[in-house]
């Protein structure tokens, strides 16, 4: 992207509804100013004269249609140009899963090697720690008192809870660098522009910490008030406070998450501050939270599907491979997966990952896109960006061949 306003610079772009104060193509650029005033019976040189019909009426503006001219009323609007993955207008559901798909199929020699780079570094890391650091979990009592079954129960989840916690770690940095690449990658395809991997990295690398502290910033944020809603029911030693708590808690959480869904292509595209991109991402979800939240589950459930179906035969695959596992699933026991299990597993991670992780930072790019085409119109900016006929050349200071 860019550094003009309509880019790094919210400020001359406000969300609050009072528009980007740039004038569209077609409106006259002395509209606002004291020369628009003119009367009915002369009015000033270049401005449309609208034209009446025999018994007086307006007769509505001629476009071009098929078949030739087309009236208000008896066709649709002019397409929207479109110089990249999406067209220039405010954007559908589909028109922005469409994008992230075609963003994927037009640049995937670079989404793929950022995807797969990554995706590979985390699945040996994640390999190696489950294989040497991670302790087994404790062994079941098949006779076990039902104070001992309840105990038991309890050390198995903490020990999962244990467990898993590397692998969320490795999968929170490697998201980190992917949605930093990706970031990149899309804002420039929107313009229609390539990009290599050495540009998105050049690019990216001087917010890598700033994305690291506002992923964490947010992820502190939701788990903290699952936290205080479930500590109640944790002091008083009550399982219905507890789960009312954590329920309560849990529905925060979300709606933290949906209102700080679009902080990192803000703090990634406008070059803000962390408190900055989340006070931004605020304001952008105003008024369009349940869409938002709608968009965001229906890519989260997608993705899942997708990594489901690729899963599950690596899954049954690495189980046939690694007789251990097998036998230990069989037996009821807890399965000693080895390494034929972990690596077969582990490719099958990278190809869901492949294919997953840009389209949910595609989806979280062109909603932020979208949000600022509705309430800035940032489409005129995108435009100029891009060099299309009639929209102006591109204000001064402009860098456009950053994209």
């Known amino acids: 992207?860019?550094?003009?306003?309509?880019?790094?610079?919210?400020?001359?772009?406000?969300?609050?509804?009072?528009?980007?104060?740039?004038?569209?193509?077609?409106?006259?650029a002395d509209a606002a100013g004291p020369a628009s005033k003119w009367s009915e019976q002369q009015p000033p040189a270049g401005r449309w004269t609208p034209p009446t019909a025999p018994g007086g009426a307006p007769v509505p503006p001629a476009r071009p249609g098929w078949g030739g001219p087309v009236r208000d009323g008896w066709g649709g609007p002019p397409p929207a140009a479109k110089p990249g993955v999406i067209p220039l207008r405010p954007l559908g559901v589909g028109e922005i899963l469409d994008g992230a798909v075609s963003t994927l199929r037009a640049h995937w020699r670079t989404v793929l090697g950022i995807t797969i780079t990554f995706s590979v570094i985390s699945q040996i890391a994640d390999i190696l720690i489950q294989r040497y650091l991670v302790p087994p979990p404790p062994a079941a009592n098949p006779d076990a008192t039902p104070e001992e079954a309840i105990r038991q129960v309890v050390e198995s989840t903490q020990s999962s809870m244990i467990a898993a916690l590397p692998a969320v770690a490795i999968a929170l940095i490697a998201t980190l660098f992917?949605?930093?690449?990706?970031?990149?990658?899309?804002?420039?395809?929107?313009?229609?522009?390539?990009?290599?991997?050495?540009?998105?990295?050049?690019?990216?690398?001087?917010?890598?910490?700033?994305?690291?502290?506002?992923?964490?910033?947010?992820?502190?944020?939701?788990?903290?008030?699952?936290?205080?809603?479930?500590?109640?029911?944790?002091?008083?030693?009550?399982?219905?406070?507890?789960?009312?708590?954590?329920?309560?808690?849990?529905?925060?959480?979300?709606?933290?998450?949906?209102?700080?869904a679009l902080s990192s292509p803000a703090l990634m595209l406008e070059r803000q501050s962390i408190a900055q991109s989340l006070r931004r991402s605020a304001k952008l979800v105003r008024g369009a939270w349940w869409r938002t939240f709608g968009i965001l589950v229906l890519v989260l459930v997608i993705t899942s599907i997708v990594s489901m179906i690729i899963a599950v035969p690596f899954s049954l695959l690495a189980l046939i491979a690694d007789s251990g596992g097998l036998s230990g699933?069989?037996?009821?026991?807890?399965?000693?997966?080895?390494?034929?299990?972990?690596?077969?597993?582990?490719?099958?991670?990278?190809?869901?990952?492949?294919?997953?992780?840009?389209?949910?930072?595609?989806?979280?790019?062109?909603?932020?896109v979208d949000q600022r085409i509705r309430r800035e119109a940032l489409d005129l900016e995108l435009a100029r960006a891009a060099g299309i006929p009639g929209y102006g050349p591109p204000a001064p200071g402009d860098d456009t061949s950053r994209g």
């Open 1 to 28: 992207m860019n550094d003009t306003p309509g880019w790094a610079s919210p400020g001359s772009a406000p969300s609050d509804g009072q528009g980007s104060g740039a004038p569209r193509p077609d409106e006259p």
């Open 178 to 260: 992917i949605t930093a690449l990706l970031t990149i990658v899309i804002s420039r395809s929107v313009l229609g522009r390539q990009v290599n991997l050495s540009e998105a990295w050049s690019e990216a690398r001087p917010r890598l910490l700033h994305l690291l502290g506002l992923t964490v910033l947010i992820v502190l944020m939701c788990a903290g008030v699952i936290v205080v809603g479930v500590l109640p029911g944790v002091l008083f030693d009550s399982a219905a406070l507890r789960i009312l708590g954590g329920f309560a808690g849990v529905l925060v959480a979300v709606w933290l998450w949906v209102r700080y």
């Open 329 to 368: 699933l069989l037996s009821g026991d807890n399965p000693a997966f080895g390494w034929p299990f972990l690596i077969i597993t582990g490719i099958g991670a990278v190809i869901a990952s492949s294919i997953t992780y840009p389209i949910s930072a595609g989806v979280t790019v062109l909603l932020y």
